[in-house]
């Protein structure tokens, strides 16, 4: 099979693409620095030179293809020790990096001849906004914050393909545990220095997901043809902030006790705070009414099988 992967050096691409070129798939990777990527890339995988707003060459490969997924987007908190603070520029550049790709793809499947016979679009839930204690699955509305209307606009951005007949599903994708990248790289080195923290009172909800997961789940749902529509990519069992502080620190064996009170957090970094100090208390209803299975449904575990790796 053939997949076109926009974003496919990032934290869960990276995997992903590792995982499909593992199994004897044909893998083409959409990206900025081709040449700088191309060497860490496994075999069987070859990038192919875009800029996440145009057509160009490209796009021949979408013709054929047996699906494109599309990761493409500006991280959200930068790849600092501190997320970057999202000032006016910050924002615009997380907005027009997700539209642009999106718009570009539709147009790419749009001039296809032989339309792929999947998209899968990311998203994340941050699309519930911010949720207090319900129970959030793929039916909950959208929330009405920051992030909720980026993620509203993301994936309305490739709605018409559907009109193409090409099957779309949005993969609503919470934390990701994993040792390369993302939040927990951010939170360990504290840990590892007696700083264990939580954030705000703590009790907000932190939807997770080992990335073993991640990656099994988007693999289920490109070869699942009943999937379509939004799916929750997040474990079973979400834990609170502090909760989840608590298991991060027994992995570690170190003590989790420091709270950052929440204006610290918003004086600190800005509105970017929201990211730790809000969440949902989202599930994953529709990927297990499909019969997908979690290699880790708790999160002690899937904090331990990462921090040891």
């Known amino acids: 099979m053939r997949f076109v992967v926009s974003g496919g050096t990032g934290m869960i691409g990276r995997p992903l693409v590792a995982s499909l070129a593992a199994d004897g798939h044909e893998v083409k990777v959409l990206s900025r620095n081709p040449d700088k990527q191309r060497p860490a890339l496994p075999e069987g995988v070859s990038v192919e030179q875009w800029d996440a707003k145009n057509m160009g060459d490209w796009s021949r490969h979408v013709d054929g293809a047996d699906a494109v997924i599309n990761f493409a987007g500006e991280g959200i908190a930068g790849d600092n020790f501190l997320p970057d603070r999202w000032s006016a520029e910050k924002k615009r550049r997380i907005r027009d990096s997700r539209l642009n790709a999106g718009k570009v793809v539709v147009e790419a499947i749009r001039a296809a001849t032989d339309k792929p016979r999947a998209l899968i679009q990311s998203s994340a839930v941050g699309y519930y906004g911010p949720r207090g204690d ?6 909950s509305a959208a929330g009405s914050d920051y992030l909720a209307k980026i993620c509203v606009e993301w ?53 997770w997901i080992h990335i073993e997961d991640e990656v099994d789940a988007l693999r289920f749902l490109l070869e699942n043809e009943a999937a379509t529509g939004p799916f929750n990519l997040t474990a079973p069992n979400p834990a609170t902030n502090r909760d989840f502080g608590k298991a991060l620190g027994r992995a570690l064996q170190r003590p989790s006790y420091m709270p950052i009170p929440g204006f610290a957090m918003r004086l600190l970094v800005g509105e970017v705070a929201t990211v730790v100090l809000d969440g949902q208390r989202a599930l994953p209803k529709k990927l297990e009414d499909l019969g997908f299975k979690f290699q880790f449904p708790e999160v002690e575990p899937a904090l331990l099988d990462i921090v040891n790796r």
């Open 134 to 139: 319900e129970m959030v699955t793929e039916d």
């Open 155 to 207: 994936e309305d951005v490739t709605a018409e393909v559907e009109l193409m007949g090409v099957r779309r599903v949005i993969t609503r994708t919470g934390l990701v545990l994993t040792e390369k990248g993302g939040p927990l790289e951010r939170l360990v080195l504290p840990y590892r220095l007696y700083g264990g923290m939580y954030f705000g009172s703590g009790r907000q909800w932190w939807p």
